[in-house]
T-cell receptor, first 113, second 115 residues
Framework: EDKVVQSPLSLVVHEGDTVTLNCSYE??????LLWYKQEKKAPTFLFML????IEKKSGRLSSILDKKELFSILNITATQTGDSAVYLC?????????????FGQGTRLTINP | DTEVTQTPKHLVMGMTNKKSLKCEQH?????MYWYKQKAKKPPELMFV???????INESVPSRFSPECPNSSLLNLHLHALQPEDSALYLC??????????????FGPGTRLTVT
């Protein structure tokens, strides 16, 4: 059975700190790994990773994938209170010819001023 | 435009009611999805439509009935639900190009309460 495990489940830091969120996975027919940020309602897309060792960057956020060790990290530098959210990691496997995302439990990140 | 819209935002229904959730996107995406999300849990996939055809049904009870009338619309028909079906129902869509599926964009969800 496909499985995605995120750690830590919860993290509280001060504004300005740097955080690293972890995601490990086991999935058959791996296609990609995605990171989402969920505040109150809809998860919003952050990154999609398909190749090992290539860092994706967007402002203060960056992410990298290791397909050999089956994990990914999401880094946030110079954190701000607006970064407080649940960060979801999802892995895409190919199932019956269609994309299927399996989500991890999420990391609840709280940034204190 | 990366918007997926869902209606209604909130829905309260009794166990004998019949209601429908609606989802719409105008991004030309050919894959659409229904997820169920309980409080403090990640989204769980329910159904996947690819080119308006149902391609994945994750063993969802028949009281949930999906429908994809065209490439922009996705419905979820609800009938005889149970209180444990109360959850946030999320719709998503993604682009498909030459068999390659890209990132999913989520709608804001419908908060469903079954009484």
């Amino acid at each position: 059975e496909d499985k995605v495990v995120q750690s830590p489940l919860s993290l509280v830091v001060h504004e300005g700190d740097t955080v690293t969120l972890n995601c490990s996975y086991e999935v058959t027919n791996f296609r990609s790994l995605l990171w989402y940020k969920q505040e109150k309602k809809a998860p919003t897309f952050l990154f999609m990773l398909t190749s090992s060792g290539i860092e994706k960057k967007s402002g203060r956020l960056s992410s990298i994938l290791d397909k050999k060790e089956l994990f990914s990290i999401l880094n946030i530098t110079a954190t701000q209170t607006g970064d407080s959210a649940v960060y979801l990691c999802a892995v895409e496997g190919l199932n019956q010819g269609a994309q299927k995302l399996v989500f991890g439990q999420g990391t609840r990140l709280t940034i204190n001023p | 435009d990366t918007e997926v819209t869902q209606t209604p935002k909130h829905l309260v229904m009794g166990m004998t009611n019949k209601k429908s959730l609606k989802c719409e996107q105008h991004m030309g995406h050919r894959a659409m999805y229904w997820y169920k999300q309980k409080a403090k849990k990640p989204p769980e996939l329910m159904f996947v439509y690819s080119y308006e055809k149902l391609s994945i049904n994750e063993s969802v009870p028949s009281r949930f009935s999906p429908e994809c009338p065209n490439s922009s619309l996705l419905n979820l028909h609800l009938h005889a639900l149970q209180p444990e079906d109360s959850a946030l129902y999320l719709c998503a869509s993604s682009q498909v190009v030459q068999g390659q599926t890209y990132e999913q964009y989520f709608g804001p969800g419908t908060r469903l309460t079954v009484t």
